[in-house]
């Protein structure tokens, strides 16, 4: 079955880096990032995985708890954590799911029901796990970037999107393209122009549809 937005995510109990986690739990009341891959020691995920050390003050910054997934065990999984940090220069102060059995990657529909893991296998065998799942803590799905094996994700973007949903929790606005914190934002359409008046104190009616304000404060 897919995982669309606003479904609720999988909850499971699995081997990590760092231990047994149960899913849920681990998320408790925090927003949660998980990012897959589909094999340890593979080059672009390799800086993928430095990228997101490096941004450990950012996430703990924005109340965000991030994770990840590789279909290989717990031991391979700690031996190259040595070259993700050596890397990137940075610490992964972060679990990595050992998702041999590929339940994780199953119950996100990042690969199909029939799916295993081959003798001799190469991260071909489980290409689609190349997923970013961005949750909240009501434990739903807010947005989901699925890549390919030869682009490396853009966890700047990560963040930028990150900021946009926790902002239109808050303020139950929109965001427009490319938005980043600071610059204008979208007035729903559900939104009267007196109450926008009320909220925002002034706008701008780019269209009887779109109009734009500053967040107040």
């Keep these: 079955m897919s995982l669309r937005i606003n479904d609720t995510v ?25 990012f897959s891959h589909p094999k340890d020691f593979t080059p672009v995920c390799t800086t993928e995985f430095g990228a997101v050390a490096q941004l450990a003050d950012e996430w703990r910054k924005r109340g965000t708890k991030v994770i990840g997934v590789s279909v290989d065990g717990v031991d391979d999984h700690k031996k190259w954590i040595g070259d993700i940090e050596t ?8 679990p990595i799911i050992a998702d041999t059995d590929l339940t994780v990657s199953k119950a996100f529909d990042m690969l199909p029901a029939e799916a295993y893991l081959p003798d001799g296998r190469t991260p071909a065998d489980s290409a689609t796990v190349r997923s970013v799942f961005i949750i909240g803590p009501d434990k ?44 204008d934002v979208v007035i729903p359409a559900t939104v009267s122009n007196d109450d926008a008046t009320a909220k925002f104190g002034s706008f701008t009616t780019h269209f009887p549809y779109l109009r734009t304000a500053k967040l107040p404060g």
């Design 10 to 34: 999988p909850d499971f109990t699995a081997q990590t880096s760092d231990g047994e986690i149960s899913f849920h739990d681990w998320i408790g009341d925090s927003w949660a990032i998980l």
């Design 87 to 94: 890397f990137a220069g940075a610490d992964v102060g972060f």
């Design 140 to 183: 739903k799905v807010k947005l989901s970037m699925t890549y390919p094996m030869t682009v490396g994700r853009n966890f700047a973007e990560v963040l930028r999107a990150l900021d946009a949903l926790q902002t239109t929790v808050t303020h139950s606005i929109a965001t427009p393209a490319n938005w980043e914190i600071g610059q």
